[in-house]
């Protein structure tokens, strides 16, 4: 994986994960985030200096592993026009976001296909590989960002379909935050194995239908 091409596309899909976050929070009401100047695609605005700089730096110097944060999109439920929809419907804006995105790279990856002979050799590759490292880290985006574990998005959305009882102790759970996940991705990093099977199955689609084009 060429490292100076797939920083630019990680960049790129984690800022349209937040911003559709934003933008999403206030269609349902709440312009906390709009306010806070969150709603554009400038990246220095969504970046944590640790969490999207320093941290993954390091790791990927020291572990090969890539790992890190944005800041957190601002909500303030209160605002919100419906409970619990809004909330879940936030939450969910950014998985869509990436998915829908992965969908889009296909099908430009499609078209570079069927008219690659148009574009020069060298360009068409580095295109195309530009194209799939999108789709994948969308992908791998989406996935990882639906599984119930606080505080990634998925979680928001568990919240809402649990019991008054167990959703207060989800919460308490929550608190632990980045810490808390991070722990996990390093102590037990085959916990999350289970992800790479449907990243992988749905990857493999879109390679198929670009390859339909060649």
Known sequence: MDFALFIPVLLASIVLHEVAHAW?????????????GRITLNPLAHLDPIGSVILPIVLWNTTGILFGWAKPVPVDPSRF????????????????????????????GAAIAAFGDLIPLDLRRILLQLTFQ????????????LLPIPPLDGSHVVLHLLPERLAALYRKAGRLGFAGLFLLVFLVPDSFGVL????EWLVGLADAFVRIWV
């Open 134 to 145: 999108g789709i994948f880290i969308n992908v791998l985006l989406g996935v990882f960002n």
């Open 196 to 199: 790479l099977a449907p990243v």
């Open 24 to 36: 999403q929070a206030r269609r349902e009401g709440d312009p906390t985030a709009e306010d806070l």
């Open 81 to 108: 026009r419906e409970h619990p929809g809004s909330h879940v419907r936030v939450a969910l804006a950014g998985i869509v976001a990436n998915l829908l995105f992965a969908l889009a790279l296909t099908l430009i």
